[in-house]
């Protein structure tokens, strides 16, 4: 069975940077893609960024340059740095393993 465990969330000032970690459960964690997407109050779901199991990524134009998604295959655990943080990046962070786990999700909250 997978899990998706999310941490890393949490309050910080315009300009800041968090760290996300989602830590997978299962064993088949290297082959598959892992994305990060974020929701909004009254916002759809998108995605922010995504990871292939061969390494390839892809960002939203929004977060191009400030966030880095990267994963650790030994650790089964996939990274979003978040740098230059805006106001609007203000939401509920997910992780999504192999297109189809989601985790519990994370909040961010960038505020002064």
């Known amino acids: 069975q997978v899990q998706l465990v999310e941490s890393g969330g949490g309050l910080v000032q315009p300009g800041g940077s968090l760290r996300l970690s989602c830590a997978v459960s299962g064993n088949i964690f290297i082959i598959h893609a892992l994305g990060w997407y974020r929701q909004a109050p009254g916002e759809q779901r998108e995605l922010v960024a995504r990871?292939?199991?061969?390494?390839?990524?892809n960002y939203a134009d929004s977060v191009k340059g400030r966030f880095t998604i990267s994963r650790d295959n030994p650790k089964k655990t996939a990274y979003l740095q978040m740098n230059s943080l805006k106001p609007e990046d203000t939401a509920v962070y997910y992780c999504?393993?192999?297109?189809?786990?989601w985790g519990q999700g994370t909040q961010v909250t960038v505020s002064s």
């Open positions: 999504k393993f192999a297109d189809y786990y």
């Open positions: 990871i292939s199991g061969g390494g390839s990524t």
